[in-house]
């Protein structure tokens, strides 16, 4: 298995980990693999040190003093889309699902073997490198949907078919940018209205509605089952039919 990043590629990983041991282990395999590591030993340093080094990953355990993990995802979250990795003793299915509702990139369970660790960081830096570059983008494609982040337009591409713009609300437009900038993740109703009804809109269902809107818009533009809702979670961009 090759674990190599090209030289142009140090990644930058945050191992925000209390337990010295595990996270010198840590840091000793992914600095081993060519990435770039710092470390925070608690929930409110990792926050600090994601804010000041912009991180393209942070290696997240769930237990740790002054804020647990699943408060730094959550703050992680309404700031952006850095990939996060959890790390959890607790090998429960509720708490996998946590971690993915408040949308973590993946989880890994303590013991692990930290050459798995490894693996899971650089899946999840391939996979995630396109959306990184698309967030600093002015111009958002995948799905037959194009987003003008400069020009605040937005409009439904298909082959054979006519380039139509949509007429959207600020916040539908913030809603649909946000998801495409991640496409097939999935976005819980709290981050959506972190990230794009910023000014007091407080109600959750308010994201339904919006979305809603949204949906009846890009499908009668010609693209149906793209907006897909993920019970008990949140939404998604799928595959349009």
Same mark, same amino acid.
């Given at each position: 298995?090759?674990? %190599?990043?090209?030289?142009?590629?140090?990644?930058?990983?945050?191992?925000?980990?209390?337990?010295?041991?595990?996270?010198?282990?840590?840091?000793?395999?992914?600095?081993?693999?060519?990435?770039?590591?710092?470390?925070?030993?608690?929930?409110?340093?990792?926050?600090?040190?994601?804010?000041?080094?912009?991180?393209?990953?942070?290696?997240?355990?769930?237990?740790?003093?002054?804020?647990?993990?699943?408060?730094?995802?959550?703050?992680? *979250?309404? *700031?952006?889309?850095?990939?996060?990795?959890?790390?959890?003793?607790?090998?429960?299915?509720?708490?996998?699902?946590?971690?993915?509702?408040?949308?973590?990139?993946?989880?890994?369970?303590?013991?692990?073997?930290?050459?798995?660790?490894?693996?899971?960081?650089?899946?999840?830096?391939?996979?995630?490198?396109?959306?990184?570059?698309?967030?600093?983008?002015?111009?958002?494609?995948?799905?037959?949907?194009?987003?003008?982040?400069?020009?605040?337009?937005?409009?439904?591409?298909?082959?054979?078919?006519?380039?139509?713009?949509?007429?959207?609300?600020?916040?539908?437009? *913030?809603?649909?940018?946000?998801?495409?900038?991640?496409?097939? *993740?999935?976005?819980?109703?709290? %981050?959506?209205?972190?990230?794009?009804?910023?000014?007091?809109?407080?109600?959750?269902?308010?994201?339904?509605?919006?979305?809603?809107?949204?949906?009846?818009?890009?499908?009668?533009?010609?693209?149906?089952?793209?907006?897909?809702?993920?019970?008990?979670?949140?939404?998604?961009?799928?595959?349009?039919?």
């Amino acid at each position: 298995m090759n674990t %190599e990043l090209p030289a142009t590629d140090q990644a930058l990983v945050l191992v925000a980990e209390d337990e010295s041991e595990i996270a010198q282990i840590l840091m000793a395999y992914l600095s081993r693999a060519g990435l770039r590591v710092a470390h925070a030993p608690d929930g409110r340093r990792a926050l600090e040190m994601q804010q000041m080094l912009k991180p393209d990953l942070v290696l997240l355990d769930v237990q740790m003093p002054q804020l647990d993990g699943w408060s730094v995802l959550s703050q992680i *979250r309404q *700031r952006g889309n850095t990939a996060v990795i959890m790390l959890t003793a607790m090998d429960q299915d509720i708490d996998k699902l946590t971690g993915l509702r408040i949308g973590a990139d993946d989880y890994v369970v303590k013991p692990f073997n930290p050459a798995e660790v490894v693996a899971r960081v650089l899946a999840v830096l391939r996979r995630t490198a396109g959306q990184h570059s698309a967030q600093t983008s002015k111009q958002l494609r995948a799905e037959g949907l194009e987003v003008d982040l400069e020009h605040y337009e937005a409009a439904v591409s298909t082959d054979g078919q006519p380039r139509q713009l949509l007429s959207l609300t600020l916040t539908e437009f *913030r809603l649909l940018a946000h998801m495409l900038r991640a496409p097939k *993740r999935v976005f819980s109703r709290a %981050e959506l209205l972190a990230a794009c009804l910023p000014e007091g809109e407080t109600l959750e269902r308010t994201v339904d509605s919006h979305l809603s809107k949204l949906r009846k818009k890009v499908e009668a533009a010609g693209l149906t089952g793209l907006l897909e809702s993920v019970r008990g979670v949140g939404y998604r961009l799928g595959s349009a039919a």
